[in-house]
């Protein structure tokens, strides 16, 4: 018998706070802050909280979960508790949400189980449809550019996979101007309806404005939505005072080091914490409003390990205007 006590019904005034960007010229909208399952969700994490964090998004107009084959660990592991919450919870809300997965890195042994042939891609999209219970994604993405399997066969694979229902849409990801350039011609010969890049992109990370990717996307009508928009965690106050021990650095070193913390970092994550306090933010919230402040980028994703820090960055929507002041100080700030 079902647990009547915890059975999930959404909050009715989900939509009222947040807001949606189109992708690109496509008829999709993104919801500007959506939920990234790269950390928390995998076999190391707390499914209650996990099952907090999906309800806290949605309730609050979150309508996009970004997955993608390998996150984990153990790879899978955060689509198979994704497609338990999705099962559990949203049931009655799947046609209000997005649901992407992704693949392009090492996902199984041997010379089938990485990078962009027709056959990883189709087979690692099957089993991620499985572990998320699901018969389709929304969007469908190659996750990194593959120097040796020509980007025809990479694009046929993703066209193959939408029209045999597999997902709505296709995305790359990690792609560089020129692949993104290549990737949109093959994909108007094919009628593809490639609407997405999914690249890095924060204050301290600046590559789609150098490599040319941001301003190309804009003049093609693809949308952006960027991943690690507050850097790991620096773009936060978290790491002023030391290295809390709940925090990323303290308990999985791959992605953020210590080493990372330079004096010189510090100064500049200072610096940018007393103009975000300046503007009536914290400093997490100024740095997901950058990302969004030119409407060039649809979507920021973020990582939570909490369900405050979820409340906490959607509050970045509420003021993305900056004054050419604020943005040359913040220019100034990051040596640019």
């Known amino acids: 018998m079902a647990d009547i006590a915890n059975i999930y019904l959404a909050d009715k005034g989900r939509y009222s706070g947040m807001a949606y960007n189109r992708v690109g010229r496509s008829g999709l909208k993104f919801p500007a802050v959506s939920l990234g399952f790269w950390h928390n969700f995998g076999s190391n994490g707390n499914y209650d909280n996990m099952r907090a964090l999906c309800r806290t998004a949605f309730d609050h107009g979150i309508t996009q979960f970004d997955l993608a084959n390998n996150y984990g660990p153990v790879y899978g592991s955060a689509e198979t508790n994704a497609g338990r919450i999705l099962r559990e919870d949203f049931r009655p809300y799947r046609d209000e949400l997005v649901i992407t997965s992704k693949a392009?890195?090492?996902m199984w042994d041997g010379p089938y189980g990485n990078w962009g042939s027709r056959k990883y891609l189709v087979a690692s999209c099957d089993q991620s449809l499985k572990r998320l219970g699901l018969e389709y994604v929304d969007i469908f993405y190659h996750h990194r550019m593959d120097?040796?399997?020509?980007?025809?066969?990479?694009?046929?694979?993703l066209d193959y996979i939408v029209r045999s229902g597999r997902a709505l849409y296709a995305g790359i990801s990690n792609y560089n101007r020129e692949a993104t350039a290549k990737a949109i011609e093959i994909a108007r010969e094919l009628k593809l309806p490639l609407i997405v890049n999914q690249r890095r992109y924060s204050i301290f990370d600046r590559t789609i404005e150098d490599d040319g990717v941001k301003a190309y996307c804009r003049e093609q009508g693809m949308g952006i939505i960027a991943f690690s928009p507050l850097a790991q965690g620096l773009l936060t106050d978290r790491y002023l005072n030391?290295?809390?021990?709940?925090?990323?650095?303290?308990?999985?070193g791959r992605f953020l080091k210590e080493s990372s913390l330079t004096p010189e970092r510090l100064e500049q994550i200072r610096a940018l914490n007393e103009l975000a306090h300046a503007r009536g933010q914290t400093l997490a919230e100024m740095a997901l409003a950058w990302v969004l402040k030119d409407g060039d980028v649809c979507s920021v994703l973020i990582g939570a390990s909490k369900p405050e820090q979820i409340l906490d960055n959607i509050r970045a929507i509420e003021n993305c205007t900056f004054t050419a002041e604020e943005l040359q100080k913040i220019d100034l700030i990051c040596g640019r």
Do not use: H, K, Q
């Open 104 to 106: 392009g890195y090492d």
């Open 147 to 157: 120097p040796e399997t020509p980007l025809e066969e990479t694009m046929g694979a």
């Open 242 to 252: 030391g290295i809390p021990a709940d925090s990323r650095i303290a308990r999985d």
